[in-house]
């Protein structure tokens, strides 16, 4: 059966295809703004299954797989920064501290729809303002919740993690596998 990706994340189509999975990508265009004292953990679950139902409406018949991710510290989600300013002031805000990477997953199949809910905690060391401001100067912060990817120039400063590396890069991939296996 037919496997839908529905985000236009680049992040999830590597992660996914890593991983040896065929699959289409159908991005769903959903409003994606974090309702009034919305918490983070429900927030990315909401997104997951609003991706989801949108795609699936359009193609009942096929797994869609709908996913989210945000950064959240303190309580406070930090999704993708709107500039430099914003940026930094979340990168200072992790900066020495830990926080937690949460991701929902919707898997819909025709019959049947599974959720789940990953939550990574992320250790920051302190960073340097020699580096910060070199970080900042880079594309890399921008296009990403909390404004780094462990995988690239930020790995520097992440000592330890708590939890699946790939969900901090926008997809727990074991739990991925285990949904699309109960869902055969």
């Not at 037919?2 to 999975?21: D, F, H, T, V, Y």
């Not at 289409?24 to 429900?42: K, L, M, N, Y």
């Not at 193609?59 to 996913?67: Q, R, T």
């Amino acid at each position: 059966m037919r496997l839908i990706l529905a985000s236009s994340s680049p992040r999830r189509r590597e992660l996914l295809a890593q991983i040896g999975l065929a699959f289409d990508v159908i991005p769903a265009h959903i409003d994606e703004t974090r309702r009034a004292s919305e918490d983070p953990t429900a927030y990315v679950q909401r997104l997951a299954l609003e991706k989801a139902r949108a795609i699936q409406a359009l193609h009942p018949d096929a797994f869609i797989l709908g996913a989210d991710t945000t950064v959240e510290i303190d309580g406070h989600a930090l999704e993708k920064p709107t500039d430099r300013a914003d940026a930094e002031r979340m990168l200072r805000a992790l900066s020495g501290r830990i926080h937690h990477v949460h991701s929902g997953i919707a898997l819909f199949s025709p019959h049947v729809q599974r959720t789940h809910l990953e939550t990574t905690s992320v250790m920051f060391d302190p960073i340097d303002e020699t580096e910060l401001q070199h970080y900042l100067d880079s594309d890399e912060p921008y296009d990403k919740a909390g404004a780094y990817g462990i995988q690239g120039y930020a790995a520097r400063w992440i000592p330890r993690i708590d939890g699946d590396y790939f969900n901090v890069m926008g997809l727990p991939l074991a739990a991925t596998v285990r949904l699309l296996k109960e869902l055969n």
